[in-house]
């Protein structure tokens, strides 16, 4: 029984990189896949009618491993997609997540206070008061100016908002890096959890365990 689950997890990973429905709607499940057919690759010697369960079981726990490291990284990166600074806190650097996280708030402000600034002048709190004047005045007010009035305002958020998704991939990626370098450093680690490969599953092949067993 054991050799033929392995058997299928064989014919299955091997199968990644040259079927593309198996990854399809998944590119970066394809990485994972790589992992995996370097783990098999290194198995290619043995026969499986010869393997014991515990053969199969420390193949599967290495596999676990790096399904886990994996998902790490990618979680880190999409922390710190969400929210400059937060895969970096995730990984223990809480300079550089302050810094990004701080970064991305002065952004914000500047971005907000630039375009306030940069709306004509009736239009700010020192002439309208959006709390107590009456909806038909505020209206009037915006509507009493042409587009070309709103470019100056309208440029700023363009450029607030460009620069915010720069930050927010320089930070990704710098995330992702760490995480990766945290896991060669032994700074983080996983203990294999039990994990399930459907052979023709398409792109719901690997089907991850609802948590991880991480140690930092």
Request: charged share 15%; aromatic share 8%; hydrophobic share 45%.
């Amino acid at each position: 029984m054991a050799a033929t689950f392995l058997a299928g997890i064989a014919v299955t990973a091997t199968a990644a990189p040259t079927d593309p429905d198996l990854f399809g709607r998944n590119a970066d499940l394809a990485e994972l896949g790589g992992t995996v057919n370097q783990i098999l690759a290194a198995e290619k010697d043995k026969s499986i009618a010869n393997m014991t369960v515990g053969d199969v079981t420390a193949i599967l726990d290495r596999i676990s491993i790096a399904q886990q490291n994996y998902l790490w990284v990618k979680k880190s990166e999409r922390a710190s997609m969400a929210l400059p600074g937060l895969g970096q806190y995730l990984n223990g650097d809480t300079l550089n997540g302050t810094l990004y996280l701080s970064g991305d708030l002065l952004l914000l402000t500047g971005t907000v206070l630039g375009a306030y600034f940069l709306l004509p002048g009736n239009l700010q709190f020192g002439t309208l008061n959006y709390f107590t004047d009456s909806y038909a005045t505020i209206r009037s007010s915006w509507e009493g100016h042409s587009f070309v009035d709103y470019l100056p305002s309208l440029g700023v958020l363009l450029g607030g908002t460009i620069l915010h998704g720069i930050l927010r991939h320089v930070s990704s990626e710098a995330a992702g890096k760490l995480a990766i370098q945290r896991i060669r450093d032994g700074r983080i680690t996983f203990e294999p959890e039990p994990m399930l490969v459907m052979p023709g599953a398409g792109s719901e092949l690997f089907r991850f365990g609802m948590r991880m067993d991480m140690r930092y």
